[in-house]
């Protein structure tokens, strides 16, 4: 089992940066593909972000490839999402969440472990 705990989230600029950081514990914890998902008031959940077990794969939502990068430390058991040029539509509550090697890393069902969230809010 995995435990998540996001922090990071706060108010910035549009145009500002931010970077979230995703603790968990568990001993397998670098067996699993982890990925940042987000979502906004009124809006259903949706993928943002996914690192494979490795870090060697990375992939991206088309509206934040250039913006955000994804990183792992399976030493620290530790995930990142650095956030640059934020946007006032980026604003929501991101979610950390682990997948099993293998996954759909893009869909919500392929996670089993999330986190509680943190807010992110970009202003105009």
């Known amino acids: 089992q995995v435990h998540m705990v996001e922090s990071g989230g706060g108010l910035v600029q549009a145009g500002g940066s931010l970077r979230l950081s995703c603790a968990a514990s568990?001993?397998?914890?670098?067996?699993?593909?982890m990925g940042w998902f987000r979502q906004a008031p009124g809006k259903e959940r949706e993928f943002v972000s996914a690192?494979?077990?490795?870090?060697?794969?990375?992939w991206h939502t088309d509206s934040v490839k250039g913006r955000f990068t994804i990183s792992r430390d399976n030493a620290k058991n530790m995930v990142y999402l650095q956030m640059n040029s934020l946007k006032p539509e980026d604003t929501a509550v991101y979610y950390c969440?682990?997948?099993?090697?293998?996954?759909?890393?893009?869909?919500?069902?392929?996670?089993?472990?999330w986190g509680q969230g943190t807010q992110v809010t970009v202003s105009s």
């Open positions: 969440a682990a997948a099993p090697p293998g996954s759909l890393v893009t869909e919500i069902p392929s996670y089993l472990y």
């Open positions: 690192i494979s077990w490795s870090g060697g794969s990375v």
């Open positions: 568990g001993r397998t914890f670098s067996n699993y593909a």
